[in-house]
């Protein structure tokens, strides 16, 4: 191939898609600032605080279940298209909920909008990028996320402050600025929900799933706008065809043959053992966890903002190097950085009032935990199960891969509270120091690397390493 590609046109293609990574990151991120608030407007008790912060990961499973076959039925677009429509019902109906059971069933339905982007949204950009750019634009994605972080917590803070001012007339404005904030919190995400829906008309379809669908014709329309060359375009075609030609349709039962189900194995292992390194700990309760070492609320959201804001700069750098560097190379530096600085917070929540350690010491071992692992585990993941999978089984792999990631942020999300009163948080976070090892292992071990490979080339190098009967 002649690499004439319109960079330009792949990077709006991606940074489309990317919005539904904004969406992910807030949806999932405004439960931190919304947790005490809602406790006591509903007076829950603690297995009602966890079910409410639960409920929308219960969701997440529910949408990556259906996400990999309503992507490989209905296309990739299509499906983004429904995940923009269930982020939007589920804001307005959050932000109007009149008792817990209404909120909680909103927010499900957000959840199944997470589950759905967390799948569909990295298969489109993996499929529109050429492998020299693959990692930096499906990186995008996770950038997105982080944005969406950050957006959530500053949001947080913002409405936060500006409720203790707030007045309107209306009593329904009055309720969710003023005296009932966390409705606005969990309400401004119809804003971006509704734009991403808008915006998902201006791009085509992703030409490799016209291809697996028969539709060559719109497939080789997109491929000369991202190429702008017709030698590439045939070459892209033909390569794809012939891989769709070697194998049978997507279905389940593909799943199953040894060859696939070891990669499935190893996507679904590094998916789920990345939730118990601590990080959706750390994003879902982290204001509860500075509150607990002495801050205020106000400080507690404020320090939140500050992982945000590292969260998203890390991931830029991460964006910048991991075609060059490569994704294990991020992974082996990322982890083991990781492991020192949950360490370190296990050894302040055990030894820091011994010590005379500040609570300045802790946010900086919170800020260096977010550094390392927005630039590995964090930048890699998605990148890596949208590109390890063939073809014909991308979508459903993905959404094994998918389900294996939710189930252990639910269990995180579950656990966390529990956890920390448990073990304590000295013994939580040496805990999630621990599960950082076999993570590391597995990528060393299993994973290939895979920067600046085309998608089929890691399909053949699967298939060398694996192959079916």
């Known amino acids: ?176 600025f003023g005296t009932q904030e966390w409705r606005g919190m969990l309400g401004v995400e119809a804003i971006p929900a509704l734009l991403f829906f808008l915006i998902i008309f201006l791009i085509p379809e992703s030409p490799r799933w016209l291809i697996a669908m028969g539709r060559e014709d719109g497939a080789q329309r997109t491929l000369r706008t991202i190429h702008g060359n017709e030698e590439d375009v045939l070459f892209q075609v033909k390569e794809t065809r012939q891989m769709l030609d070697a194998e049978e349709k997507s279905n389940w039962r593909l799943l199953l043959q040894p060859g696939i189900f070891k990669i499935v194995l190893i996507g679904a292992a590094i998916a789920i053992l990345g939730q118990f390194m601590g990080v959706n700990a750390v994003l879902y309760y982290g204001p509860t966890i500075f509150e607990s070492s002495g801050l205020s609320g106000g400080d507690s959201l404020f320090y939140q903002s500050l992982v945000g804001v590292v969260n998203m700069v890390t991931t830029i750098l991460a964006l910048l190097i991991i075609d060059k560097l490569g994704r294990k190379k991020l992974v082996y530096y990322g982890v083991s950085g990781m492991i020192l600085s949950l360490l370190a917070i296990g050894i302040y929540f055990l030894k820091g009032e011994i010590w005379g350690l500040s609570n300045s010491f802790l946010l900086v071992c919170f800020l260096t935990y977010i550094f390392f692992t927005a630039g590995s585990i964090s930048a890699v993941i998605f990148v890596f199960l949208s590109e390890m999978y063939p073809t014909s089984i991308r979508g459903i792999a993905m959404s094994v891969a998918g389900l294996s990631l939710w189930i252990g942020t639910y269990l995180i999300g579950q656990l966390t509270p529990w956890l920390l009163e448990n073990l304590t948080p000295a013994g939580t976070f040496f805990m999630f120091a621990v599960m950082c090892i076999p993570y590391m292992l597995i990528v060393w071990k299993r994973m290939p690397e895979t920067a600046g490979k085309s998608l089929e080339d890691i399909e053949r190098f699967w298939k060398e390493r694996y192959p079916n009967k």
């Open 1 to 176: 191939m002649q690499k004439m590609t319109n960079i330009r046109y792949v990077a709006f293609l991606s940074v489309v898609a990317a919005l539904g990574g904004f969406l992910f990151g807030y949806d999932t991120a405004v439960i931190s600032g919304t947790i005490s608030k809602v406790g006591s407007q509903f007076e829950l008790n603690t297995l009602q605080s966890g079910w409410y912060v639960g409920s929308a990961l219960v969701g997440s499973i529910l949408g990556v279940m259906i996400a990999g076959v309503l992507s490989d039925k209905l296309g990739r677009k299509k499906t983004m298209i429904l995940s923009a429509i269930l982020f939007t019902v589920s804001a307005v109906g959050c932000a109007i909920s009149n008792n817990l059971a209404e909120l909680v069933i909103y927010r499900i339905i957000g959840g199944m909008g997470i589950g759905i982007v967390s799948i569909v949204c990295p298969i489109y950009i993996s499929e529109v990028s050429p492998a020299s750019h693959r990692g930096r634009m499906v990186s995008l994605y996770q950038l997105a996320i982080t944005v969406g972080f950050m957006g959530a917590y500053l949001m947080n803070y913002w409405l936060l402050n500006i409720s203790y001012h707030y007045h309107s007339s209306n009593q329904l404005l009055m309720k969710i």
